[in-house]
């Protein structure tokens, strides 16, 4: 009976430290894709900021309520609005964002291969 017991407690120590990692590692994810108001061009996870450090234990205390990943960037967006993610959604006012690059690499491809076709 002691050797249950003992095994027990085990499983139910080593299941919630399980938990306590799953919820470090969506910490790091989300707070490398929240951009640091104050700083230039650095996330929150690399930031120093005061404003960083803020934002890094709000992500914290919103995975120890529950919040999933998505709730968590939609209420940034809400309250930062959308330009706080690295990584944007595809919506009416992202698309010349999303489809630039495309098209970037779509024109360069065509004038080399004109410039290719026309030079013999």
Known sequence: MKILKLFLIIFFIFSFNHLN?????????????????????????????????????LVDKKLEKGFSETQIYDYFKD?????????????KNTYLLWLLPILIFLIGGAIIFKSFIFKK
């Open 79 to 91: 309250k930062y609005g959308e330009w706080i993610l690295y990584d944007p959604e595809l919506n």
């Open 21 to 57: 990692a799953n919820n470090e590692e969506m910490k790091i994810k989300i707070t490398k894709n929240l951009r640091c108001l104050v700083c230039q061009g650095q996330s929150v996870y690399d930031s120093d900021s005061e404003f960083a450090n803020s934002l890094k234990v």
